[in-house]
């Protein structure tokens, strides 16, 4: 496992944006895991292994997500991000692609679509645009969506701010057409 | 409820270390966040009376929000606002100080102390630090700390976001001296 300093997780509960008030309410929430990058400072080769010591975690961070928003069945949209600090490299982000898409879409019950990721080398405070897409079909356009993260205090020169990102359904006033939920066929996951 | 509410945010920050060493247990930060509509955006109102009830409103609606999010024993808090371009400071004030801090402190059953704030005008994404204290000594050094809260699309112009923020211990590290919290007397709220 590798070495926490600290978790942040946000819920945004959003009732409407303008038009009429959602009978549900959209929620969107983020896990952040602050973590020590094993490799700051200089260039090492060999890094793919720590995908491995990452699996935990990923586990870790989307129970803590799915806690956040109640219950499994209850999430729609996905997303995945990473801030390296300025000690490492963009490729240190890289090694959350595999455990972080894989432990939400273990714990989701075999979402089919791609997870959406961004990354970026940053000091504290930097902010990330996670996008999100539907959990079986990237193509539904009312679950394009995105949360923006960040940690006040992370992270710092030799560490990494690993994010996963889940959403209850659509934008608040979806109105832009598009492939809908009810029209998916759920081979591909794409549409 | 007065309060017309769009969304509301809560966070959560857990710390699990801090210069190399182990805080333990975790050191629990939460803040649950209102962003509602400006009854008064651009406008003279001499009459707040409509945002001290809202105050009221919000005080049990968040402070149940964030204890929830922090689960266990509250040892400090603190609160925040902030107006949108279009409202002016006198807003905040009238939500956060006459009435909101009674059924914040009903919630958490005790509160001798004051309670810390700070209110600001800004725009969408403006950084909210709500200073903390200790709830039932405000002289309790080790617990005079802050929490940063930011929402990226928060608040507009004819609205305000309001913030209550609770802990389960003081910084992480504390080692500057002063009154401990295990000599307060919790009578008259400061030692």
Redesign the interface.
């Known amino acids: 496992m590798p070495?926490?300093?600290?978790?942040?997780?946000?819920?945004?509960?959003?009732?409407?944006?303008g038009g009429p008030i959602a009978p549900t309410?959209l929620r969107r929430a983020c896990v952040l895991a602050v973590i020590r990058n094993p490799f700051a400072g200089k260039y090492h080769a060999d890094i793919a292994p720590f995908m491995d010591d990452l699996k935990p975690l990923g586990l870790d961070m989307a129970r803590r997500l799915i806690a956040?928003l109640g219950d499994a069945r209850l999430i729609e949209g996905y997303g995945k991000g990473a801030i390296v600090g300025e000690a490492g490299e963009i490729e240190h982000g890289a090694l959350w692609h595999a455990p972080g898409g894989y432990a939400m879409r273990e714990l989701l019950g075999g979402a089919k679509a791609i997870v959406p990721s961004t990354k970026k080398v940053g000091g504290p405070g930097t902010?990330l645009d996670i996008p999100i897409t539907h959990v079986n079909a990237s193509y539904v356009r009312s679950h394009l969506d995105a949360m923006?993260v960040?940690?006040?205090d992370a992270p710092r020169a030799r560490e990494i701010v690993f994010a996963l990102v889940m959403t209850t359904g659509a934008r608040i006033h979806s109105r832009a057409g598009g492939l809908a939920p009810r029209d998916i066929k759920g081979e591909d996951g794409l549409r | 409820m007065k309060a017309k509410l769009r969304k509301i945010v809560t966070f959560i920050d857990e710390t699990l270390a801090e210069q190399g060493q182990t805080i333990s247990p975790p050191l629990r930060r939460a803040a649950a966040v209102a962003v509602i509509e400006n009854p008064f955006a651009g406008i003279f109102q001499e009459d707040l009376s409509l945002l001290i009830d809202i105050g009221e409103e919000l005080g049990l609606l968040l402070a149940e929000r964030a204890v929830a999010a922090l689960g266990g024993e509250v040892q400090s808090y603190g609160k925040a606002a902030a107006v949108g371009e279009n409202g002016e400071l006198e807003h905040a004030a009238a939500i956060l100080h006459p009435k909101l801090g009674t059924p914040f402190r009903k919630v958490l059953g005790k509160g001798a102390a004051l309670i810390p704030s700070s209110k600001k005008r800004g725009g969408m994404g403006v950084v909210l630090d709500i200073p903390l204290g200790h709830k039932d000594a405000a002289f309790v050094r080790s617990h005079f700390d802050g929490m940063e809260v930011r929402i990226n699309d928060a608040p507009r112009a004819n609205e305000i976001m309001i913030a209550l923020a609770v802990t389960s211990a003081g910084r992480p590290l504390p080692r500057v001296g002063g009154l401990q919290a295990k000599e307060i007397k919790g009578e008259d709220g400061l030692r």
């Open positions: 070495d926490v300093r600290k978790f942040v997780v946000t819920v945004e509960e959003i009732l409407h944006e309410p956040a902010r923006e960040g940690v006040p």
